[in-house]
């Protein structure tokens, strides 16, 4: 007597291959909670600066819709966050200092300056999305 049907263990080994990868998600967001070594450390500094950065450009991806109609002032939205790029990038990489003088935590330096910067820009891009009615210094219309 079979204990197993081909069917139910290729349901069960497909059931396994799935489950591995939300395993190791579960294990690496542990990971991050408790990052003992650099490489840890740095890469989840990276995944967080990543997420806040998703944020950031949905919040974008919504100004710039409601911008569709007005074309100068879409072209002073994408002027603007291109220089905030560039000033945010340069003001972390002076915080990290010297690539090669700053070591193993250089990209966890960066990565947390950035996603901080990042959340900070968020915060301004929320404020224009959720204007008061009448605010005229507010960039964004109302939707």
């Known amino acids: 007597m079979r204990l197993f049907s081909t069917g139910l263990l290729g349901i069960g080994l497909a ?15 542990d990971d991050c909670a408790n990052a003992q070594d650099q490489t840890t450390m740095n890469e989840c500094a990276g995944k967080s600066f990543a997420e806040a950065d998703k944020r950031l450009n949905d919040a974008y991806r919504q100004i710039s819709n409601r911008l569709k109609d007005d074309a100068a ?3 002073l939205l994408v002027d603007a966050q291109r220089a905030w790029i560039a000033f945010r990038d ?8 010297p690539p090669d003088m700053a070591g193993t935590s250089y990209s966890m330096i960066v990565a947390g300056c950035q996603e901080s910067l990042t959340n900070d820009r968020l915060k301004d891009f929320q404020g224009y999305l959720n204007c008061q ?3 005229a210094s507010c960039p964004v219309p109302r939707q």
Do not use: M, Q, W, Y
């Open 15 to 29: 059931t396994v291959v799935l489950a591995i990868p939300l395993l190791a998600a579960a294990a690496r967001a």
């Open 73 to 75: 002032s879409k072209k």
């Open 90 to 97: 340069a003001e972390c990489n002076f915080r990290g200092g």
């Open 133 to 135: 009615e009448g605010d």
